[in-house]
Nanobody, 115 residues
Framework: QVQLVESGGDLVQAGGSLRLSCATS????????MAWYRQAPGKQRELVAS???????NYADSAKGRFTISRDNAKKTLNLQMNSLKPEDTAVYYC?????????WGKGTLVTVSS
Protein backbone atom coordinates (compact mmCIF):
# COMPACT_ATOMS: atom_id res chain seq x y z
CA GLN A 1 0.00 0.00 0.00
CA VAL A 2 1.30 3.42 -0.99
CA GLN A 3 0.51 6.50 1.06
CA LEU A 4 1.14 10.12 0.14
CA VAL A 5 0.82 12.94 2.65
CA GLU A 6 1.07 16.56 1.58
CA SER A 7 2.04 19.48 3.79
CA GLY A 8 2.96 23.13 3.49
CA GLY A 9 -0.28 24.66 2.28
CA ASP A 10 -1.11 28.03 3.79
CA LEU A 11 -2.59 31.47 3.29
CA VAL A 12 -0.10 33.79 1.60
CA GLN A 13 -0.22 37.21 -0.02
CA ALA A 14 0.25 37.65 -3.73
CA GLY A 15 3.93 37.75 -4.59
CA GLY A 16 4.82 35.48 -1.71
CA SER A 17 6.31 32.00 -1.65
CA LEU A 18 5.39 28.58 -0.31
CA ARG A 19 7.08 25.21 -0.29
CA LEU A 20 4.91 22.13 -0.48
CA SER A 21 6.16 18.72 0.53
CA CYS A 22 4.88 15.22 -0.01
CA ALA A 23 5.99 12.36 2.19
CA THR A 24 5.60 8.88 0.79
CA SER A 25 5.46 5.51 2.46
CA UNK A 26 4.76 1.96 1.47
CA UNK A 27 5.94 -0.01 -1.50
CA UNK A 28 7.62 2.69 -3.59
CA UNK A 29 9.44 1.38 -6.63
CA UNK A 30 12.63 2.92 -7.95
CA UNK A 31 11.04 3.68 -11.33
CA UNK A 32 8.12 6.06 -11.10
CA UNK A 33 6.84 9.51 -11.93
CA MET A 34 5.77 11.96 -9.26
CA ALA A 35 3.76 15.08 -9.81
CA TRP A 36 1.81 17.92 -8.29
CA TYR A 37 -1.71 18.58 -9.44
CA ARG A 38 -4.10 21.25 -8.29
CA GLN A 39 -7.82 21.80 -8.27
CA ALA A 40 -9.36 25.23 -7.88
CA PRO A 41 -12.99 25.65 -6.80
CA GLY A 42 -15.31 24.82 -9.66
CA LYS A 43 -12.50 23.69 -11.93
CA GLN A 44 -11.03 20.39 -13.02
CA ARG A 45 -7.87 19.02 -11.51
CA GLU A 46 -4.84 20.04 -13.56
CA LEU A 47 -1.20 19.08 -13.73
CA VAL A 48 1.18 21.63 -12.24
CA ALA A 49 4.52 19.85 -12.60
CA SER A 50 5.95 16.35 -12.84
CA UNK A 51 9.33 14.73 -12.32
CA UNK A 52 10.64 11.29 -13.17
CA UNK A 53 12.95 9.20 -11.03
CA UNK A 54 15.68 10.42 -13.39
CA UNK A 55 14.84 14.03 -12.54
CA UNK A 56 13.30 14.89 -15.90
CA UNK A 57 10.78 17.65 -15.26
CA ASN A 58 7.71 18.99 -16.98
CA TYR A 59 5.75 22.12 -16.05
CA ALA A 60 2.40 23.59 -16.92
CA ASP A 61 2.73 26.92 -18.68
CA SER A 62 1.23 28.63 -15.64
CA ALA A 63 4.03 27.24 -13.45
CA LYS A 64 7.03 27.81 -15.67
CA GLY A 65 9.52 30.27 -14.23
CA ARG A 66 7.75 30.45 -10.87
CA PHE A 67 7.53 26.89 -9.54
CA THR A 68 10.26 24.30 -9.09
CA ILE A 69 9.56 20.62 -8.55
CA SER A 70 12.16 18.41 -6.89
CA ARG A 71 12.42 15.00 -5.33
CA ASP A 72 14.67 13.15 -2.94
CA ASN A 73 14.77 9.53 -4.02
CA ALA A 74 16.56 8.42 -0.89
CA LYS A 75 14.01 10.06 1.42
CA LYS A 76 11.16 9.33 -1.02
CA THR A 77 9.84 12.87 -0.80
CA LEU A 78 8.52 15.30 -3.35
CA ASN A 79 8.62 19.07 -3.10
CA LEU A 80 7.22 22.06 -4.91
CA GLN A 81 8.77 25.47 -4.42
CA MET A 82 6.29 28.14 -5.44
CA ASN A 83 7.42 31.72 -5.89
CA SER A 84 5.68 34.86 -7.10
CA LEU A 85 2.33 33.39 -6.15
CA LYS A 86 -0.81 34.81 -7.73
CA PRO A 87 -4.45 34.69 -6.58
CA GLU A 88 -5.15 32.31 -9.47
CA ASP A 89 -2.78 29.80 -7.85
CA THR A 90 -5.36 29.32 -5.10
CA ALA A 91 -6.29 25.64 -5.08
CA VAL A 92 -5.96 22.34 -3.31
CA TYR A 93 -2.62 20.86 -4.33
CA TYR A 94 -2.34 17.10 -4.64
CA CYS A 95 0.69 14.86 -4.67
CA UNK A 96 0.58 12.10 -7.29
CA UNK A 97 2.70 9.02 -7.82
CA UNK A 98 2.51 6.74 -10.83
CA UNK A 99 4.24 3.38 -10.84
CA UNK A 100 3.49 0.38 -12.99
CA UNK A 101 0.55 2.24 -14.45
CA UNK A 102 -1.16 2.79 -11.11
CA UNK A 103 -1.94 6.28 -9.85
CA UNK A 104 -1.74 7.09 -6.16
CA TRP A 105 -3.00 10.33 -4.64
CA GLY A 106 -2.64 12.24 -1.43
CA LYS A 107 -5.55 14.02 0.23
CA GLY A 108 -4.29 17.45 -0.73
CA THR A 109 -3.12 20.63 0.94
CA LEU A 110 -4.85 23.99 0.54
CA VAL A 111 -3.00 26.97 -0.87
CA THR A 112 -4.78 30.31 -0.68
CA VAL A 113 -3.25 33.39 -2.25
CA SER A 114 -4.80 36.71 -1.29
CA SER A 115 -4.63 39.77 -3.50
Amino acid sequence: QVQLVESGGDLVQAGGSLRLSCATSGNIFSINVMAWYRQAPGKQRELVASITNGWNTNYADSAKGRFTISRDNAKKTLNLQMNSLKPEDTAVYYCNLVQEGVHYWGKGTLVTVSS
